[in-house]
């Protein structure tokens, strides 16, 4: 009960919430039920936390559950040896953090033999507490009274009191807790190239002799000198400064074992605590920092993914149209697919109009064919090799296109992970007559369509918005997307009736079993009419129901409500209200006038609070919203299409593809992303990106720098460097991961964030983002 407790005041403080906010949370997601029911769906019961909160309290729980579980585990250990004091034990109840507990459990955590161990076998622990309490006689005189058969000298007794002392140090929770906060704000790292590695290494180049602030080093140069490391191209050293750092930790040391003046006894004991922090401690601070940084970096990087994967799910869908979808290619040609206004393949043709085939009129033709016959409004191109060689063809189409037909869009889309779904097994069920190719077509169309709903098929590590995600911990990345793709679904909502068992398995209390049961159900039974149908699902329980219905929407079904985000236990309340308005419930719903005048206060009852009242209200005011924003893309300029076709000064529109915690990388529809460094954003001073850009908004900028050889592209976003039009949110277009999928290989950034230093400097180090 006392763990309990602690574990609620700490997670209350952490989320700014009180202990009942946090226990009723805590026992709903105990009793199985998801984080996105919780959050829309149970705000009375948990005071209106929300789904930021409610991870956030979802991990620390499981971290402060293991914390606890450890603390009774030493405190039983040390128990059972006859060693647990007051003073003990209550230094164990207020550890805060595994690492402090793992610091007092040290002396009594068993062990294999050693040198202390030896030398108190020899009985040398006696010589050094003579030591330390006659400091005015000398060491080595009081060593000869320990010489025997195992001690034949004094040295060696000397040896055997220092080994027990340097264990006693070691073992001192007090002293590595102030040598971790003294290494924490004073340590330096440092990384330096192995000989011989210089041209191996030479995309690590700015690390070859690099030093900063350990306290101070961004996440991405950290991760970028971290596999520099891992590819043993340089070497890492973790300490304080050589001219003062030193001697202020062996002070420490030396602390810990007393005030020492200058008397011989003194001396030794001073000696020792310079052999201690040079020997042993030294080194388990490396370590220790080493994984500190480590867990911070990976933190930061799995943010960042994680941040850019939501703003990159959550981008403006195009809408249900028929739309083309191009996968450009010159020699195996562009591969091509027509899908209908709900994603469904309707035809597929492959088209030749580069070298060496060359049949640019065929293609032509065939693709206006298509456009008539299918009423396409949306041509969607992949952004990889001759991406822009393909726009520019259909352009010209375009252009041939008879006044009576509306001319559709062209956009060009990322089409990063699109093989790797191509290759899947859920695109070998999906279309397992389709070429490989083909499927990549299919992929492209339909992310225009609706970026949601097709890039759930897509392992999140292949889409290319993360820094270093193969460096991170895979598992920790893992989770951490999978809570981000699960909140994106379910803010969105899902057609019951049109998704994929892909985007299904995200919705709340789904999976992938229960999501195929569906499909399964619906292929052999035909479209759901109803949110109660569901039941009918083999497998799909209460509690299953429970938590998904609300998130499922069926368009034109027997029950209007089903089309919006009211949860089917809150249907009695919907209709008093649609009662109070006294009209049918199809012609209040989406009528905000009807609903004008109704006070949420009047509907409250025992089971449904004020916060359920309200949502209800706003849903029947604007029913199965969307919280995604309004559809736009980028314009690329004609005629810039290489990286050589760029000059200093041009201005060009462009789409986010990746932000960074240095900056954001822009697609301008030369094949290679450009970056506006974080000095460049705003005339002002950012501190961080995503105040000013999100991975899918549309910018405009100006090219600052051009580096072809080394594929590099200097942009800004301040108005003195080209006037800024502001961002256009919600663009589906993006630009090649190019940058994003390069290894790091980075120099110090510019200190702060100053908005006239070297720009040049900055991009070189900026570019360094995996």
């Not at 943010?303 to 990159?312: A, Q, S, Y």
Request: hydrophobic fraction near 40%.
């Amino acid at each position: 009960m006392e763990s309990a407790e602690r574990i609620t005041r700490v997670i209350a403080t952490e989320i700014n919430a009180s202990a009942g906010q946090v226990n009723a949370a805590v026992e709903l997601l105990d009793g199985g039920a998801t984080v996105p029911f919780v959050a829309r769906y149970r705000k009375e019961v948990t005071g209106g936390l929300d789904d930021s909160q409610l991870r956030v309290l979802s991990e620390r729980l499981a971290y402060l559950r293991e914390l606890e579980s450890r603390r009774e585990t030493i405190l039983k250990s040390i128990r059972e040896q006859n060693k647990l004091t007051d003073e003990l034990a209550r230094s164990i109840a207020t550890a805060e953090t595994k690492a402090t507990l793992e610091d007092i459990y040290l002396p009594f955590k068993p062990k294999r033999r050693t040198k202390a161990m030896i030398a108190r076998e020899n009985g040398l622990e006696p010589l050094l507490r003579a030591i330390q309490e006659n400091r005015g006689s000398e060491p080595q005189e009081l060593a000869q009274g320990y010489i025997s058969e195992a001690v034949p000298e004094a040295k060696a007794a000397l040896d055997g009191a220092r080994d027990i002392l340097v264990e006693e140090l070691s073992e001192n929770a007090s002293l590595l807790g102030a040598l971790r906060d003294f290494m924490r704000t004073d340590a330096f790292i440092a990384a330096k190239v192995v000989g011989g590695k210089e041209e191996a290494g030479a995309k690590f180049s700015d690390y070859f002799d690099h030093r900063e602030k350990w306290a101070d080093i961004p996440a991405h140069r950290a991760l970028a000198i971290l596999r520099a490391a891992k590819e043993e191209v340089v070497t890492i050293d973790i300490s304080p400064d050589p001219d003062t750092g030193m001697a202020r930790a062996e002070g420490i040391v030396a602390q810990a074992i007393g005030k020492l003046g200058e008397q011989p006894g003194d001396k030794w004991l001073r000696q020792v605590a310079g052999w201690t922090w040079r020997v042993r401690l030294s080194n388990n601070m490396y370590i220790d920092l080493l994984t500190e940084l480590r867990k911070r970096a990976h933190d930061e990087a799995i943010r960042v993914f994680g941040r850019n994967l939501k703003d990159l799910l959550l981008a403006a869908p195009a809408g249900t149209k028929v739309t083309i979808g191009l996968d450009p290619g010159i020699r195996t040609g562009v591969k091509l697919a027509v899908v209908d206004a709900t994603g469904k393949l309707l035809e597929t043709a492959t088209l030749y109009p580069f070298p060496p085939k060359k049949d640019l009129a065929g293609a032509e033709a065939a693709l206006l064919a298509l456009i008539a016959r299918h009423g396409v409004e949306l041509i969607a191109i992949g952004n990889g090799t001759a991406s822009r060689e393909t726009e520019r063809m259909v352009a010209d189409v375009l252009k041939r296109l008879p006044k009576t037909v509306k001319v559709p869009t062209r956009v060009v889309v990322s089409e990063a992970g699109a093989s790797v779904y191509s290759a899947s097994e859920l695109a070998a069920r999906e279309f397992p007559d389709l070429d490989v190719s083909l499927r990549g077509a299919v992929s492209i169309a339909r992310r225009l369509q609706d970026p949601l709903a097709e890039l759930v098929k897509v392992p999140p590590e292949s889409i290319g918005v993360g820094q270093y995600q193969h460096d991170v911990d895979q598992r920790q990345l893992t989770k951490a997307l999978e809570a981000v793709i699960e909140d994106a679904v379910n803010a969105v909502g899902v057609d019951l009736n049109t998704a994929s068992s892909a985007l299904l398995s995200h919705v709340a209390g789904l999976g992938p079993s229960l999501a195929g049961a569906i499909v399964t159900h619906r292929d052999g039974n035909g479209a759901f009419h109803s949110r109660k149908s569901l039941k009918d699902v083999a497998g799909l329980g209460p509690r299953a129901f429970e938590q998904c219905a609300g998130f499922l929407r069926i368009r034109e079904g027997d029950e209007p409500l089903d089309a919006s985000s009211v949860h089917p236990e809150a249907y009695g309340v919907a209709r008093k209200i649609v009662k109070a308005c006294g009209r049918d419930i199809r012609a209040i719903m989406g009528d905000a006038t009807a609903l004008k005048g109704l006070r949420a206060e009047d509907f409250v009852d025992d089971k449904f609070g004020l916060p359920t009242v309200r949502d209800i209200l706003s849903e029947l005011e604007k029913p199965g919203r969307d919280p995604r924003p309004g559809f736009v893309t980028a314009s690329f300029a004609e005629g810039v299409e290489d990286i050589k076709d760029l000059r200093p000064g041009m201005s060009l529109e462009g789409t986010v593809t990746n932000v960074a915690a240095f900056g954001a990388f822009v697609d301008i529809g030369v094949h290679q992303d450009g970056l506006v460094h974080i000095s460049q954003l705003a005339d002002r001073f950012v501190k961080d990106p995503n105040e000013i850009v999100k991975v899918g908004d549309v910018v405009r900028v100006r090219v600052t720098e051009v580096d072809i050889p080394r594929k590099r592209i200097g942009l800004t976003m301040r108005k003195d460097g080209g006037a800024q039009e502001g961002r256009k949110a919600g663009a589906q277009a993006r630009g090649p991961a190019g940058n994003a999928q390069n290894p790091g290989h980075g120099k110090s950034a510019p200190r702060g964030n100053d908005q006239n230093g070297s720009f040049g400097a900055a991009l070189m180090d900026a570019m360094r983002k995996r």
